[in-house]
């Protein structure tokens, strides 16, 4: 079925146990042109993650063995492969944890195929057109950023960041004390063919709140600017 031959593929690996959604998405996505390899199960993820380059894995929440939690935690700890959640469940906490543990975007079943498809492409892109950060750093309230080296500190202190949180932090270090809109950072931060919802922004936000402000339940650099979007604030903003 897998033309593996063909370069020009990308490469998916669909970690999924329901046999009708394993056939429908094989037959499907390698007629749209991508290289399907399937995973019954979280270790069977893991085991054949391991064997060759995936572009892409649509990861499945209620699997065998290992959930689909444990399977987004060990890919993200290993790679920066882009992650799809696919689920069926439609419970908010585990789109959250999902998206706290580095998934890039999520899809609820019943899907259409062709939804399914823009997503996938969406992110090949969105990965395609990173580019390498430049030789410079910025800083602004005791938190800076060290664009060459891609790391983040907070006074003395050094902070782990993921690619989208390093991205969303430096567009807001680069506009200090000015308001910019859920749009805007959607658009700058996950690209303009983003066709997920608002809350991938703001679970990223809360991370970042709870990565450098001292109280993230009472943020005095990451302000949210109610009905309109988020602010760096330099100073502490009047009460």
């Keep these: 079925m897998s033309k593996k031959n063909d370069a020009r593929r990308s ?37 054949t993650f391991a064997t060759r380059r995936f572009d892409v894995v649509l990861l499945d929440l209620m699997l ?16 920066e492969v882009p992650i799809i959640i696919v689920s069926a469940k439609g419970e908010e906490v585990d789109t959250v944890l999902m998206l706290e543990m580095g998934a890039d975007d999520y899809v609820t079943k019943p899907y259409r195929l062709r ?20 030789d410079e750093h910025l800083a602004q309230g005791g938190v800076r950023l060290d664009l060459d080296s891609r790391r983040c500190f907070v006074g003395s202190r050094e902070v782990k960041l993921r690619k989208k949180e390093f991205a969303l932090l430096r567009i807001l270090l680069e506009n200090p004390g000015r308001v910019l809109t859920r749009e805007v950072l959607i658009d700058r931060v996950w690209g303009s063919d983003y066709v997920g ?43």
């Design 115 to 134: 939804e399914l498809v823009a997503r996938i492409r969406a992110v090949l892109r969105r990965r395609d057109a990173h580019e390498e950060p430049e």
């Design 64 to 79: 065998p063995k290992l959930s689909g939690l444990e399977v987004c935690r060990s890919l993200r700890a290993q790679s």
């Design 197 to 239: 919802d608002t809350k991938t922004l703001d679970v990223h936000i809360k991370r970042l709140r709870a990565l450098v402000e001292d109280e993230p339940k009472k943020p005095l650099h990451i302000t949210t600017v109610r009905g309109v979007g988020y602010r760096f604030e330099v100073t502490r903003p009047d009460e």
């Design 11 to 47: 490469a998916v690996l669909v970690v999924e146990d329901e046999e009708s959604f394993v056939d429908a998405l094989s037959v499907g996505l390698d007629r749209e042109g991508f290289d399907v390899v399937i995973a019954r199960d979280g270790a069977e993820a893991l085991a």
